[in-house]
């Protein structure tokens, strides 16, 4: 199938989504999780375990943080690449900076509801929310999150698995820690974030499938290839109940340009027959490289 290549991100879009991903996790991070003591793994959740080992009015869990993530980053550099190693930098400062930010802002003493399980869900999305965000560029909030993506470089684990390994042993931690109550809250989470981040790193790279069964393939040929600037594969295919010839085409679009091209399709052949399907790993030029 030709395709024709996709538009890539500029810096300044990049940046910017780098900047929401993070922003969405600090929230999550700052008001949810460390007023509970939820520690679902990286290094917040160690954070707040060394905060509790070692008491300090210097060393809070958001310079404790700003340590364990410089430190990473160096492992972070030299196993994934020195573009990933940018992007972190700038993630992980950013999170760092904006938690301290909270700090002096919002100084919370204790959880802001008396429903722990509601702050639970938001501990859990917002950061697994972020944290989809980044990995889909190619990058991350730093901590053990470069833990995660090493182990998906190397053993092909999906990145759920990954952070579910890399974050086990500091989640299990909190039950001796913050008592059986945080800690079982803490492994509940553990397990959320492993499969949300899953589920909404999938939901990014999801793509659609036609398989396009029309007698007029050229006014949506013309519309796939000049319009939405995408590639397609035309097949003559033959009809077993009419006995009739026809075209199959076969595109793969992204959402947008899925609707579109269904709205086209139904104007200019209202008996096309379209097969859609949903796909998060499509392999080739325009798409991904293997």
Known sequence: MKATKAREMSTPERYLLLTVGILITSVGVYFFKFPNNFSTGGVSGLSLILGRLIPSEVLTPSVLMLIINMLLLVAGFLFIGRDFAFSTVYCSMLLSLLMTFFERICPLAQPMTSQPFLELCFAVLLPAFGSAILFNLGASSGGTDIVAMILRKYTRMNIGLALMFADSLITVAALFFFGIESGLYSILGLLMKS??????????????????????PKPIVDFIVKTLRRGATLEDVHGAYTNGSKTMIITVLNRSQAMALRRHVHIVDPHAFMIITASTEIVGKGFLQD
């Open 195 to 216: 499969v949300l981040v899953d589920y909404v790193s999938d939901s990014f790279r999801t793509k659609k499938c036609f398989q396009i069964i029309t007698a007029e």
